[in-house]
């Protein structure tokens, strides 16, 4: 079956940084696009950013950008979200999930999902 583990959250200080990564089986990873979503203690879930099949990458929150990066490795079936800079407001449990649609950035468009992994950053 599919499956997408996220791994690399913590507690940081704020400035720090830290990169997760979030390794998916069960399908062609190379054809999927993916993303990272996130939800703060009282907030919905957001996307934060996205990765397309040939590498292209795309946001949404204009807080991140400039200090978050996706990357994805084909070979090994893995995106990765390296988080700079982090501030108190990063703090969130931060999900992936893969879709087969071009830029995806609504939830529902996405069909598989990790169960996610805390990053707290701490002032």
């Known amino acids: 079956q599919v499956q997408l583990v996220e791994s690399g959250g913590g507690l940081v200080q704020a400035g720090d940084s830290l990169r997760l990564s979030c390794a998916v089986s069960g399908l062609t990873f190379s054809t999927y696009t993916m993303g990272w979503f996130r939800q703060a203690p009282g907030k919905d879930n957001e996307f934060v950013v996205g990765?397309?099949?040939?590498?292209?990458?795309?946001y949404d929150e204009e807080s991140v950008k400039g200090r978050f990066t996706i990357s994805r490795d084909n070979a090994k079936n893995t995106v990765y979200l390296q988080m700079n800079s982090l501030k108190t407001e990063d703090t969130a449990v931060y999900y992936c999930a893969s879709s087969t649609y071009y830029y995806p950035k609504q939830r529902d468009l996405y069909d598989f999902w990790g169960q996610g992994t805390q990053v707290t950053v701490s002032s």
């Open positions: 990765i397309s099949r040939s590498g292209s990458t795309y």
